[in-house]
């Protein structure tokens, strides 16, 4: 059993930062992709940001020089540094990975955190 917990959200004023964590447990062989997608109440779920195994990023234009991605590959663990935050960054925020995971058998699959709260007061 995979599973993937988020930390990090919060309230923060315009301006402000915040880190966001999410952490990757259980029968896990290797892990792929990772990213961070958002989505507001009665809108699409985005693609924030993407980090490859090998390091390689990707941004929407929208947080573009203000986000940054990275991961712990020892730890299973990718995180999101958000500056400057903005009112219009005020989403849940939802981590998804790519994982090889292995209990009787190999399986890959995408698996989804549960969303934490990111509000940014003007």
């Known amino acids: 059993q995979v599973q993937l917990v988020e930390s990090g959200g919060g309230l923060v004023q315009a301006g402000g930062s915040l880190r966001l964590s999410c952490a990757a447990s259980?029968?896990?062989?290797?892990?792929?992709?990772m990213t961070w997608y958002r989505q507001a109440p009665g809108k699409q779920r985005e693609l924030v940001a993407r980090?490859?195994?090998?390091?390689?990023?990707n941004y929407a234009d929208s947080v573009k020089g203000r986000f940054t991605i990275s991961r712990d590959n020892a730890k299973n663990t990718v995180y999101l540094q958000m500056n400057s935050l903005k009112p219009e960054d005020t989403d849940v925020y939802y981590c998804?990975?790519?994982?090889?995971?292995?209990?009787?058998?190999?399986?890959?699959?995408?698996?989804w955190g549960q969303g934490t709260q990111v509000t940014v007061s003007s």
């Open positions: 259980g029968s896990i062989r290797s892990i792929n992709d």
């Open positions: 998804n990975a790519n994982i090889i995971s292995y209990t009787l058998r190999f399986t890959i699959d995408d698996y």
């Open positions: 980090i490859t195994s090998g390091g390689s990023t």
